[in-house]
């Protein structure tokens, strides 16, 4: 107990309150259910892995009960995302405990981030980035929601703190094996979660692999080499799910939901007719940060003064520092080859705009220039400029994020409501018909009274014509047919309207 001083104690409790924050918003704001299609995915796949399989027969009318980005190939359904996430929100399931999954990986990335700069930077700049974290809307409302990428922050933490242990530190904090095997197994991981993510945070660390292997000593090159085995062993997994749910290694399921959903340039790629090319991607990284970076810090338009201020200020030649404050930079570039943008994608490098960001605000608020009465008006004006800051973000900005995130594309927990009513419960079991003019996002949201294998009380389908009803009605003899309109939550009728 005797290491344990005041700072790590601080940063505990930021971790602790990440876990009690995330949890919150999840639940008060996102009201514990999926909002966007990815995340209804990601529980469908969950639900089906908790079961202890990789897929499911399609069932009939697949059609018509469709699951966003959930596909029907060969006759069989499984959703096009990799198996990383789905995996952990299925140990989520198998405890009742989705709800804290996210929640709780926030709390050790928040710790890690911690750590990890206190090796780096020293103790203050490690606690204020782990702050500016927790304050961080970006990390919250990712972290809130089902996406994977509070995961796949973890492992990119665990995998860099691995990597720098094995083979740039050497005060003896873990064992060499353990932390090579540590850094493999968590990017081997990371790369059957998130493939793209995997090589933007590992770019710069292939980098110094490199260099290693070329002017490295013997043991370090032994190192390097079973870290990348083991990843690539690991990571391989992602090929053996793809021949698992398609009977061909090398067929990418994000294909089989749209043809064009593949990371590259030239004809096929994205939606434009003349392909995906470099213009479009430099308007993409446009568009991604016009969207998302203002919630970065929640201080809009100017987050990237700090972050620069505590780049001007980095030694050249300590190696550690910016192999990890170029993970943001790299995850950038390597999402540019890929046609749709989200400032999500970037999310996995937050901790290095952390840390550049409380650089450049100690480096100021410390007086960093030589002369004493510029040193002054300069650490007045950091002082009063962070102050002012913080509370635009905990006053203002976050509070106008939430009302904007508040029943995110209509979804709520509103919205089954009417399905727990003695009418609706009395005509369980039931195929419910949702009609297309409100359908979509909301249709979504019904999923959440529905698991996977299709034998809750209700489950639900897309009206896609008169005759395919029909159809699907016959499929489901046992079933009571309800057909809903959003515009009438309360009335179940029997018949179309």
Not at 142 to 161: D, E, K, V
Not at 199 to 215: Q, S, T
Not at 299 to 318: A, E, H, M, S, T
């Amino acid at each position: 107990m005797k290491n344990i001083n005041r700072s790590d104690v601080l940063a505990l409790i930021i971790s602790l309150a990440a876990v009690l924050a995330v949890y919150i918003i999840s639940d008060r704001l996102f009201e514990q259910m999926p909002h966007i299609e990815d995340e209804m995915a990601y529980v469908w796949q969950a639900q089906v892995f908790a079961e202890g399989k990789l897929t499911l027969p399609s069932p009939p009318g697949a059609a018509s009960l469709t699951i966003p980005y959930v596909v029907d190939y060969q006759g069989q359904r499984f959703a096009k995302y990799p198996p990383g996430w789905p995996i952990m929100l299925a140990l989520g399931l198998k405890l009742n405990a989705r709800s804290w999954v996210n929640p709780v990986l926030a709390g050790f990335s928040i710790w890690f981030i911690y750590v990890l700069g206190k090796r780096l930077f020293g103790q203050r700049v490690a606690l204020f980035a782990s702050f500016l974290t927790l304050l961080s809307p970006f990390f919250l409302f990712n972290a809130a929601m089902l996406f994977p990428h509070t995961w796949t922050l973890f492992l990119s933490l665990a995998f860099i703190m691995a990597w720098l242990d094995t083979l740039v530190f050497s005060d003896g904090s873990f064992p060499k094996p353990i932390s090579a095997i540590t850094a493999g197994l968590s990017l081997g991981v990371l790369a059957f979660t998130r493939p793209l993510t995997a090589i933007g945070v590992c770019l710069p660390f292939v980098f110094h692999a490199i260099l290693l292997l070329y002017r490295g000593e013997r043991t370090t090159r032994i190192r390097v080499v079973v870290i990348g085995l083991l990843a690539g062993l690991l990571g391989g997994i992602i090929f053996i799910w793809q021949f698992a749910v398609t009977g061909d290694a090398l067929l990418n399921p994000y294909t089989l939901w749209w043809p064009y959903d593949k990371v590259g340039f030239g004809n096929g790629y994205g939606i434009l007719e003349s392909g995906y090319s470099l213009g479009a991607a430099v308007e993409n990284l446009r568009f991604s940060f016009d969207l998302g970076s203002g919630d970065f810090f929640g201080w809009g338009d100017i987050w990237w003064f700090f972050p620069l201020v505590g780049l001007l200020q980095l030694r050249k030649n300590n190696l550690p520092v910016w192999l990890v404050v170029s993970v943001f930079p790299s995850l950038v570039f390597v999402y540019m080859a890929y046609w749709t943008y989200t400032p999500r994608y970037y999310y996995e490098g937050l901790f290095s705009l952390n840390f550049l960001c409380s650089l450049g605000v100690l480096w100021l608020i410390d007086g960093g220039f030589k002369n004493k009465i510029f040193n002054s008006f300069v650490r007045t004006i950091a002082i009063v400029v962070c102050s002012w800051l913080f509370c635009y973000n905990l006053l203002i900005y976050l509070p106008t994020r939430f009302h904007e995130m508040k029943n995110l594309y209509g979804i709520n927990r509103a919205l089954l409501l009417p399905f727990k009513e003695k009418e609706a419960q009395a005509m369980t079991p039931a195929l419910v018909i949702v009609y297309p003019d409100s359908w979509g996002f909301k249709y979504g949201g019904l999923l959440e009274l529905q698991n996977a294998e299709l034998t809750t009380p209700f489950i639900f389908a897309a009206h896609r014509g008169q005759a395919e009803d029909n159809q699907l009605v016959l499929s489901y003899p046992e079933r009571n047919i309800i057909y809903y309109y959003f515009d009438e939550p309360e009335k179940f009728y029997t018949h179309p309207r």
